[in-house]
């Protein structure tokens, strides 16, 4: 199997959901259970990109013998499964209020390792105690502080912190170098405690109400709220491409990673499609 790496980059507010929520948030997104970061699973991935390329008018739009060899056949149909596996979609970058520079584009050395892990990258982990850490040109210093949400905190430049952001920049932005200088210029480092507490807090919240068509007044248990990741959040994944599995028509892995664009995808994944949300960039490295 070979094993490539993808980048979500949500252009609207984005809702995958766990269904019925037990907290003060009626319709929660999914998140991890042992970090409670937010995730989008693979299976949502998946399934999105299964319609793409299935749709004839899409501009990558493949045969349906390659649809199925790649994603595995109808759930009527168990001749065999697909050939590509999606893992789930982990919080890389997440947009935050900030007082300075409109907004900032939040990580942590706990993500860090991670992506660190499944990008190859040989960069250093910042080092942070209570402080937060920056570019040396960065928009977001007010003097030697940051102010992010409702919180301020100490600032440092650290070279390290320009190499990472300019790395992950150029992977959502590989041919934008605009888009680079804006990511790389609102991009901080966090201490892992402050993201957590953030990852629970600055998400979107929206209240939704039905009315009556009638009365022109909110039915009767007709409101409840959605979390939403953000626009402009970044997530990532690892994927694998193996060879087919369907014996009337073997190809392999390589062969199948070629029918997988490079580009950038424009698709549109979670619920709540006809409000707009879910509209994403998807690029496969």
């Not at 739009?61 to 590509?84: R, T, Y």
């Not at 893992?87 to 007082?99: E, I, K, M, T």
């Not at 499944?118 to 040109?137: R, T």
């Not at 905190?153 to 680079?180: F, R």
């Amino acid at each position: 199997m070979e094993n490539r790496l993808y980048h979500l980059h949500t252009l609207s507010a984005l809702h995958v959901g766990t269904g019925q929520g037990v907290g003060a948030v009626d319709l929660p997104i999914a998140r991890s259970r042992a970090s409670n970061l937010p995730i989008v699973p693979g299976s949502a991935i998946k399934g999105v990109l299964r319609d793409e390329f299935g749709n004839e008018h899409c501009e990558h739009h493949l045969s349906k013998e390659n649809v199925k060899i790649l994603f595995g056949a109808e759930n009527n149909d168990p001749a065999h499964a697909g050939a590509v596996a999606f893992g789930d979609a982990q919080l890389l970058l997440l947009p935050v209020r900030s007082f300075a520079g409109t907004v900032a584009y939040a990580t942590c050395p706990f993500i860090l390792k991670r992506y660190q892990r499944d990008a190859n990258l040989s960069f250093a982990i910042p080092e942070l105690d209570k402080q937060a850490q920056v570019i040396s040109d960065s928009l977001l210093l007010l003097g030697d502080k940051i102010a992010l949400e409702d919180l301020d905190m100490d600032a440092q430049k650290n070279a390290v912190v320009s190499e990472w952001a300019q790395a992950i920049a150029q992977a959502i932005y590989p041919d934008d170098e605009t888009w680079q200088a804006e990511l790389t210029q609102r991009f901080v480092v966090l201490p892992d405690d402050v993201f957590s507490f953030l990852a629970d807090t600055a998400t979107e919240i929206r209240m939704r109400i039905k009315i009556d068509q009638k009365t022109r007044i909110v039915q009767n248990g007709a409101l409840w709220s959605e979390e939403n990741l953000p626009c402009e959040t970044v997530l990532w994944g690892v994927f694998g491409v193996g060879a087919s599995r369907d014996k009337n028509n073997p190809k392999s892995a390589q062969e199948l990673n070629t029918l997988l664009p490079e580009k950038a995808l424009n698709i549109q994944i979670g619920g709540k499609h006809t409000v707009g949300r879910g509209l994403c960039r998807l690029l496969m490295k």
